[in-house]
């Protein structure tokens, strides 16, 4: 399709539906989850764990999203989709938490006006004929990061965690599924990415309990669409942690994702590095940032760059683009406020190891996780996100953006809460950054919507024929709002709705922006505790835009649909954390139930998006 008439369609569809939409349908009130086979092939099919997605009400969080650059129409998202976690419980319970975490598979064919929920194929529990297709050992998976090639295949990327056998090892391995057009690259571009045509794994973890031994995470994607030498290479990067250590691994395609080259390691001269994300220029050439932690041997936190001019082939040595100060939510683990008695899991794969009072915490909650200041909130810290413009044939340009402390707003925080450190806190913005690859010169750092108030953090970017989209979270609204406390918190520790998304565009390659407006039309708490057997709030740590010229459509993590309630285990707490849930107290065993009305809407954590004209 021509670039201008699909610019024109997308425009045309995104006119007269509300500006937001709910993109995952996990109750039979939006709809349910319809299994990825029945889309492609129009057969039924079902099992226990879609049959769980639909009538859930569960969590969502990370979400990634794509445009089919070959028909606008078609937009495909993902997150971290704990929707069958209950999978297999009767009806009226009891119910156990025995279930998957999986990579969701949202499709839309309007645009974006709704989408069709779905689970990429291969979880524990798929019988349908796309189940032997997947080539990968996991009980469960996460972040989930999405690419499209110009001829109608989607890739999908993710971590895996949990061992299929059930033991306490951490796989850690990384994979990637490919989704294709059942026509061919001929098909009709409406139903591009559509048929499942299996997963493989990219790289492989070594076995051991609580994310020990070699873990391969923080995932990233992008393909190839200049027309060039490389069209078609698909290209995968994550973070490998082994011990204290940690390194970013490379990988490429070049036979549409049905094999990958050896893992290549390029972060040899650099330590403490994490999150990785991928950017293609005009020329084919494939740039890879990632930030790095400091080190007492003298690094410094900074966004750090690697370029690879043969297809991926080999890169060169790291460079530093820029330096910066971080924010990272912290605390101290303080005594317990409550002691809870002993309580039955009831969120199996994502428990947290108690920490002993005094130690670092970098999210904190209720009972074991509990910190020292009293304050609730979710794990944040910096990460670089960057892209390129596919389609500009005379710049090497690499567009960066990265949440960090803005210089000159590092305050004593009172407590021992802190973001720059402990009893330090400093409010964060939204910084863009333009690297010539080229010369190797980096602009100079700017702040894309620099306000007197609010925390800004988890931005994305993206390109296309000129545009460039941002999008971030933003508390500018939170009445509670200090430098001193984490997001969302007030002096005594209450919480209350305070995250909208905001978005900014720019046509001059970021030397301005304009269109800087919010998203969101509520405004929503994300320090519910829905994790760590609802002891504790998880956001997830990304949201994602993707464009196509000057539209593009966004999506993040939302908790309007969040059902708030009192926790039996500490019926006087006043922090606004707790969401709704029922357990029982077996006072001859001294045990907590776990929740028995998980369907109530206390884990209600959903994707939504929206179009960006």
Same mark, same amino acid.
């Given at each position: 399709?021509?670039?201008?008439?699909?610019?024109? #369609?997308?425009?045309?569809?995104?006119?007269?539906?509300?500006?937001?939409?709910r993109? $995952?349908?996990?109750s &039979?009130?939006?709809?349910?989850?319809?299994?990825?086979?029945?889309?492609?092939?129009?057969?039924?099919?079902?099992?226990?764990?879609?049959?769980?997605?639909?009538?859930?009400?569960?969590?969502?969080?990370?979400?990634?999203?794509?445009?089919?650059?070959?028909?606008?129409r078609?937009?495909?998202?993902s997150?971290?989709?704990?929707?069958?976690?209950?999978a297999g419980?009767?009806?009226?319970?009891?119910?156990?938490?025995? /279930?998957?975490?999986?990579?969701? !598979?949202?499709?839309?064919?309007?645009? %974006?006006?709704?989408?069709?929920?779905?689970?990429?194929?291969?979880?524990? %529990?798929?019988?349908?004929?796309?189940?032997? #297709?997947?080539?990968?050992?996991?009980?469960? *998976?996460?972040?989930?990061?999405?690419?499209?090639?110009n001829h109608?295949?989607?890739?999908?990327?993710?971590?895996?965690?949990?061992?299929?056998?059930?033991?306490?090892?951490?796989?850690?391995?990384?994979?990637?599924?490919?989704?294709?057009?059942?026509?061919?690259?001929?098909?009709?571009?409406?139903?591009?990415?559509?048929?499942?045509?299996?997963?493989?794994?990219?790289?492989?973890?070594?076995?051991?309990?609580?994310?020990?031994?070699?873990?391969?995470?923080?995932?990233?994607?992008e393909?190839?669409?200049?027309?060039g030498?490389?069209?078609?290479?698909?290209?995968?990067s994550?973070?490998?942690?082994t011990?204290?250590?940690?390194?970013?691994?490379?990988?490429?395609?070049?036979?549409? /994702?049905?094999?990958?080259s050896s893992?290549q390691l390029?972060? +040899?001269?650099?330590?403490?590095?994490?999150?990785?994300?991928? *950017?293609?220029? %005009?020329?084919?050439?494939?740039?890879?940032?990632?930030?790095? /932690?400091? &080190?007492?041997?003298?690094?410094?936190?900074a966004?750090?760059?690697?370029?690879?001019?043969?297809?991926?082939?080999?890169?060169?040595?790291?460079?530093?683009?820029?330096?910066?100060?971080?924010?990272?939510?912290?605390?101290?683990v303080?005594?317990?406020?409550?002691?809870?008695?002993?309580?039955?899991?009831d969120?199996?794969?994502?428990?947290?190891?108690?920490?002993?009072?005094?130690?670092?915490a970098?999210?904190?909650?209720?009972?074991?996780?509990?910190?020292?200041?009293?304050?609730?909130?979710?794990?944040? +810290?910096?990460?670089?996100?960057s892209?390129?413009?596919?389609?500009?044939?005379?710049?090497?340009?690499? !567009?960066?953006?990265?949440?960090?402390?803005?210089?000159? $707003?590092?305050?004593? +925080?009172?407590?021992?809460?802190?973001?720059?450190?402990?009893?330090?806190?400093?409010?964060?913005?939204?910084?863009?950054?333009?690297?010539?690859?080229? &010369?190797?010169?980096?602009?100079?750092?700017?702040?894309?919507?620099?306000?007197?108030?609010?925390?800004?953090?988890?931005?994305?970017?993206?390109?296309?024929?000129?545009?460039?989209?941002?999008? @971030?979270?933003?508390?500018?609204? =939170?009445?509670?709002?200090?430098?001193?406390?984490?997001?969302?918190?007030d002096?005594?520790g209450?919480?209350?709705?305070?995250? =909208?998304?905001?978005?900014?565009?720019?046509?001059?390659?970021?030397?301005? @922006?304009?269109?800087?407006?919010?998203?969101?039309?509520?405004?929503?708490?994300?320090?519910?505790?829905?994790?760590?057997?609802?002891?504790?709030?998880?956001?997830? =740590?990304? #949201?994602?835009?993707s464009?196509?010229?000057a539209?593009?459509?966004?999506?993040?993590?939302d908790?309007?649909?969040?059902?708030?309630g009192?926790?039996?285990?500490?019926?006087?707490?006043?922090?606004g954390?707790?969401?709704?849930?029922?357990?029982? !107290?077996?006072?001859?065993?001294?045990?907590?139930?776990?929740?028995?009305?998980?369907?109530?809407?206390?884990l209600d954590q959903?994707i939504?998006?929206?179009?960006?004209?």
């Amino acid at each position: 399709m021509h670039l201008k008439s699909a610019c024109l #369609l997308l425009a045309a569809a995104t006119a007269g539906f509300a500006s937001e939409v709910r993109i $995952t349908t996990d109750s &039979t009130a939006a709809g349910g989850y319809v299994s990825a086979y029945t889309q492609a092939t129009g057969i039924p099919y079902t099992d226990p764990v879609l049959t769980e997605c639909s009538q859930a009400r569960g969590r969502q969080n990370e979400p990634s999203v794509a445009i089919n650059p070959r028909d606008t129409r078609v937009i495909v998202a993902s997150s971290n989709d704990y929707c069958g976690v209950y999978a297999g419980s009767p009806s009226s319970g009891p119910f156990v938490s025995s /279930g998957p975490i999986w990579l969701g !598979y949202y499709r839309s064919e309007n645009s %974006g006006a709704a989408f069709v929920s779905s689970l990429v194929p291969g979880y524990p %529990g798929d019988t349908s004929p796309y189940a032997e #297709l997947a080539h990968i050992r996991t009980a469960s *998976s996460g972040d989930p990061v999405i690419a499209w090639d110009n001829h109608g295949r989607v890739y999908f990327g993710s971590e895996s965690s949990d061992d299929p056998a059930g033991s306490k090892k951490t796989l850690g391995d990384v994979w990637v599924a490919r989704f294709d057009n059942p026509a061919g690259t001929a098909g009709a571009p409406i139903n591009d990415g559509k048929r499942f045509l299996g997963s493989v794994i990219v790289a492989r973890g070594s076995s051991a309990p609580n994310a020990g031994g070699k873990f391969n995470d923080k995932t990233a994607i992008e393909a190839d669409r200049t027309g060039g030498s490389c069209d078609g290479n698909v290209y995968f990067s994550w973070s490998r942690f082994t011990g204290n250590s940690s390194n970013i691994y490379f990988s490429r395609s070049t036979d549409h /994702g049905a094999s990958w080259s050896s893992p290549q390691l390029f972060t +040899s001269n650099v330590k403490n590095v994490q999150d990785p994300d991928i *950017s293609v220029t %005009g020329s084919g050439n494939i740039y890879v940032t990632f930030g790095q /932690g400091a &080190t007492v041997s003298g690094q410094k936190d900074a966004v750090v760059i690697a370029k690879s001019a043969d297809c991926g082939k080999t890169f060169n040595k790291p460079a530093v683009v820029t330096t910066f100060i971080p924010y990272t939510a912290q605390d101290v683990v303080g005594a317990q406020p409550v002691p809870p008695r002993a309580s039955q899991p009831d969120d199996p794969k994502s428990e947290e190891a108690p920490f002993a009072a005094g130690t670092l915490a970098r999210d904190c909650g209720d009972f074991d996780n509990a910190c020292a200041s009293g304050y609730t909130f979710f794990r944040r +810290s910096t990460a670089p996100r960057s892209t390129a413009d596919q389609t500009d044939r005379i710049h090497e340009w690499i !567009y960066i953006v990265y949440d960090a402390t803005k210089p000159g $707003t590092e305050v004593p +925080s009172g407590t021992t809460y802190g973001s720059v450190s402990i009893g330090t806190g400093s409010q964060s913005g939204i910084y863009f950054i333009r690297y010539d690859g080229n &010369t190797t010169v980096a602009s100079t750092p700017v702040l894309i919507d620099n306000q007197a108030v609010g925390h800004q953090f988890f931005p994305d970017i993206s390109a296309d024929s000129g545009y460039l989209h941002a999008i @971030w979270w933003d508390s500018r609204n =939170d009445l509670t709002y200090s430098p001193t406390r984490p997001v969302g918190n007030d002096a005594a520790g209450h919480t209350v709705a305070s995250l =909208d998304v905001y978005r900014a565009r720019s046509t001059d390659g970021g030397r301005t @922006w304009t269109s800087k407006t919010r998203i969101t039309t509520l405004a929503s708490n994300p320090n519910y505790e829905q994790f760590s057997n609802r002891a504790t709030p998880f956001a997830g =740590d990304y #949201l994602w835009v993707s464009s196509i010229a000057a539209v593009a459509f966004s999506t993040w993590t939302d908790w309007r649909d969040t059902i708030a309630g009192q926790d039996p285990r500490e019926p006087n707490a006043t922090d606004g954390a707790n969401v709704s849930q029922c357990r029982t !107290y077996d006072a001859t065993a001294k045990v907590w139930s776990g929740d028995q009305c998980p369907h109530a809407g206390g884990l209600d954590q959903n994707i939504y998006g929206a179009p960006l004209p």
